[in-house]
């Protein structure tokens, strides 16, 4: 494996890490500070928008579908 793709893994494998903690975090805040969860909703709301967007381009895209038939 080339070093720059295992640098790569590591940093996406630690930013999702510590993106897991920060939500965590905020979240049991919110159940103290109901407020807190206003300021989260939005957040939230994105960060799900993001990840559907990206499934549903990889699943419609034509492009990569020729990728997905080349024998391996």
Do not use: K, N, Q
Request: charged share 20%.
């Amino acid at each position: 494996m080339p070093l720059d793709r295992f640098v790569l893994i590591l940093v996406a494998v630690m930013a999702a890490a510590g993106l897991t903690v920060w939500l965590g975090v905020m979240l049991s805040a919110a159940a103290e500070v109901p407020a807190l969860l206003v300021l989260l909703l939005p957040v939230l709301g994105a960060g799900a928008y993001i990840a559907i967007r990206v499934i549903r381009d990889r699943v419609t895209s034509e492009e990569d579908a020729h990728y997905d038939r080349i024998e391996r």
